[in-house]
């Protein structure tokens, strides 16, 4: 593990994928997260994923899969005692990250002012559907809500069967990223002038806000985005292409990626055929093009088509599943996985995979598994000051 947050503690008070993926990054570079969850059952995601036994067990899938590397401790925060406990913890915290519905921690007596009361430096986090504020603030959030509602949904899919969800929770996962990225930039301001932040991270923004280039067709260009499958608006030829095995995405952008693509293909007349000729010509008679470049593809499987015309500049490659991209030697080599023996309720070693980028050629990797449900319970509050000393305040 990198220790770029080394020294850091932040309190996890997340359930399912967006806060928890938000704390998990903030692991992967060193922090001490501690999963703070609600008796029975803590995390919701301890009994989601595909696997039945892991879901009996209460370490589901979706729970293994942003949750390594973190400390469990379970406290029911509608209890004066535990809530007592947790104020010993926010005592000693840096950050602290949320996702329930707006207005939750206030009921419970642990809103925003009253833990500045205890940790005035704190960084606080709430992560939610539409945000703290606004006529939505109350509803409830799944991501395919907000798929549909931030407009994901209207543009994925061909014109004939949109709209379409993206096929893994998207907005959650970008609700979390965002959250780990305000967090990280109000430590800075935290260690360096030793004030707190209230951070208000809403999914549908941060959606909108991922969706730059549709919007921005839209509010500066007025051209209201609309489905295409797999073409890409801006260029042609450039999408996914039937080959003689396999499809193949090719992003043939620019001028001279056309005219060696045409090359490559052993169709160099294209290049100056009136329709093709010009970037915007080409766009307008892509139906036309793909299926002249595909008919020339099809006596090639798409692995070597790839090779070939990324060798020569022209940006290609294979439309992979899970499975298959992660046994590319390109992800293998890199690192992009950890394993960890024992694990309870797994026969076999269970494998995570870390955060997309390395510090001085180092993979941030968790440092342990997923915990098990209150594993870290002793551990935790017994490195705390005693319930005689006063709370320690920064």
Not at 20 to 26: E, F, G, H, R, S
Not at 79 to 94: G, I, N, S, W, Y
Not at 177 to 199: D, P, R
């Amino acid at each position: 593990m990198t220790d770029l947050l080394s020294g850091i503690r932040v309190l996890d008070l997340t359930n399912v994928l967006a806060g928890p993926y938000c704390a998990y990054q903030l692991a992967l570079l060193g922090a001490d997260v501690i999963k703070v969850e609600a008796p029975p059952g803590g995390d919701l995601a301890r009994q989601l994923g595909a696997s039945p036994e892991l879901n009996q067990a209460g370490m589901g899938a979706s729970f293994l899969a942003q949750n390594a590397g973190k400390r469990s401790v379970v406290l029911d925060l509608k209890k004066p005692q535990d809530r007592e406990r947790f104020l010993d913890l926010v005592a000693t915290a840096d950050a602290l990250v949320e996702n329930f519905r707006p207005g939750v921690m206030e009921r419970l007596g642990l809103g925003h002012e009253k833990l500045k009361e205890i940790r005035p430096s704190l960084v606080y986090c709430a992560i939610s559907g539409f945000g703290q504020t606004g006529p939505m603030r109350g509803n409830p959030a799944y991501d395919q809500i907000i798929q549909g509602l931030s407009g994901i949904m209207s543009i994925t899919g061909t014109p004939e069967t949109a709209p379409l969800r993206v096929g893994y929770p998207v907005a959650d996962t970008l609700g979390g990223l965002v959250g780990a990225f305000a967090i990280a930039a109000a430590l800075v301001k935290q260690k360096t002038k030793g004030e707190g932040a209230f951070l208000d991270v809403s999914m549908l923004e941060c959606t909108l806000s991922a969706l730059g280039w549709p919007v921005s067709n839209y509010l500066t260009a007025g051209v209201e985005p609309k489905p295409m499958g797999n073409e890409n608006m801006t260029a042609a030829p450039s999408g996914a292409f039937r080959t003689g095995e396999g499809l193949l995405n090719i992003a043939a952008n620019k001028q001279e990626q056309f005219v060696t693509l045409c090359g490559l293909i052993g169709r160099p007349e294209l290049a100056a055929d009136i329709r093709f000729a010009e970037r915007e010509t080409r766009k307008q008679n892509r139906v036309a093009l793909k299926g002249l470049v595909e008919d020339a593809l099809a006596g090639t499987s798409a692995a070597i088509w790839e090779e070939k015309l990324n060798r020569a500049g022209v940006p290609a490659g294979r439309v992979l599943t899970i499975p298959q991209v992660l046994e590319e030697p390109q992800v293998t080599e890199r690192g992009m996985a950890t394993a960890f023996e024992g694990v309870p309720g797994m026969d076999r070693p269970l494998t995570v995979v870390r955060g997309g980028f390395m510090v001085d050629g180092v993979a941030p990797m968790p440092a342990a598994p997923p915990p098990r449900l209150g594993e870290h319970m002793d551990e935790v509050f017994a490195a705390l000051p005693g319930r005689d000393k006063p709370r320690a305040r920064a």
